[in-house]
């Protein structure tokens, strides 16, 4: 994980994710580590234009999670895996740290990009969770750009599915990554924010809900603390509260970010899981943690130039 930054009231930051699993060397062809790369860069721009223009955090995290959506080389929104039974089912989540406000959906179907479906629950609602056909109702009555079923479909994440099912594979499959999309920022009034998005599990069934649109295990921001965001196997990530875990370290214990990640993802493997997260704090220090041999991420801020990896070594 990155070294903390020191304090600086005029900071900001954006760390993004597009998942964790068994990548390394010699994996990926060089098109895919390629395209990956080209898609966490462009996820940081998107995000950093608005923090440099003094822009707020949530949007920032917005809209570097509505590029990585965008882009079929991850599982979320255009690119999503399958279900057993071979439909896209998505989900998201977003959270601010100022006044802790978060929304959520899951199992939606015909959202574009999921993360405005989830910031418009936030916003435009007074819950924080909607589900599956409700969720899609709710995009559809507040205007948000709709598609239907061939936007979403990528081919190879057909070809992924049709594959577990002739394996006759778990859903928990080892040499599969655990594919998320993920951002959090700080803005330079040190409000914090974070945003996550996936497909879930290639065949997941009966309507498997993960950690990454429930609020406290794969997506939290708290201003007293810092933003977390997550990727990994869901069920542990719920069974922890990792998220907000990581957060009542830094607030309670008052444990750096590093620590913090890092001790509650040493939880998660003590448990068998696998996977990894992302954190900003409000004075901008930033970086991940994972267990896993690989995770898409990237950083940059104020002060510093992009930094993007994939693999466990860089």
Request: one cysteine or more; a negative charge.
């Amino acid at each position: 994980m990155p070294a903390d930054r020191s304090p600086d009231p005029a900071r900001w930051t954006l760390v993004v994710h597009g998942g964790s699993g068994s990548m390394e060397r010699g994996d990926l062809s060089d098109p895919l580590d390629a395209g990956a790369r080209g898609g966490l860069a462009r996820a940081l721009d998107a995000g950093a234009a608005l923090l440099a223009s003094g822009g707020g955090a949530l949007d920032a995290a917005e809209a570097a999670v509505r590029v990585l959506e965008d882009d079929p080389h991850f599982n979320a929104g255009r690119g999503s895996v399958f279900t057993y039974e071979g439909v896209n089912e998505l989900d998201a989540a977003v959270m601010q740290g100022e006044t802790l406000a978060a929304g959520a959906v899951t199992g939606v179907t015909r959202t574009r990009n999921p993360v405005s479906l989830a910031r418009a629950v936030m916003e435009r609602s007074p819950h924080v969770l909607l589900s599956s056909a409700g969720a899609d109702r709710f995009s559809a009555e507040h205007g948000l750009d709709q598609a239907d079923a061939d936007y979403f479909r990528v081919e190879e994440r057909w070809r992924q599915l049709e594959e577990m099912k002739a394996r006759g594979a778990a859903a928990f499959d080892v040499e599969l990554k655990y594919g998320t999309v993920g951002a959090v920022a700080v803005d330079s009034a040190g409000h914090v924010a974070a945003a996550t998005s996936t497909g879930g599990l290639t065949a997941k069934r009966w309507g498997r809900i993960g950690d990454s649109p429930l609020i406290g295990a794969g997506t939290y921001a708290d201003d007293r603390a810092c933003a977390v965001s997550a990727t990994g196997a869901g069920e542990y990530f719920i069974r922890l509260g990792v998220a907000h875990e990581i957060c009542a370290r830094v607030r309670l214990a008052g444990e750096t970010i590093e620590d913090a990640a890092d001790g509650v993802i040493a939880q998660v493997a003590a448990l068998g899981g696998a996977g990894g997260v992302i954190v900003v704090g409000p004075d901008g220090s930033g970086g991940w943690a994972f267990n896993t041999a690989g995770m898409y991420r990237g950083m940059i801020s104020h002060d510093a130039p992009a930094e993007i990896a994939i693999y466990g070594d860089e």
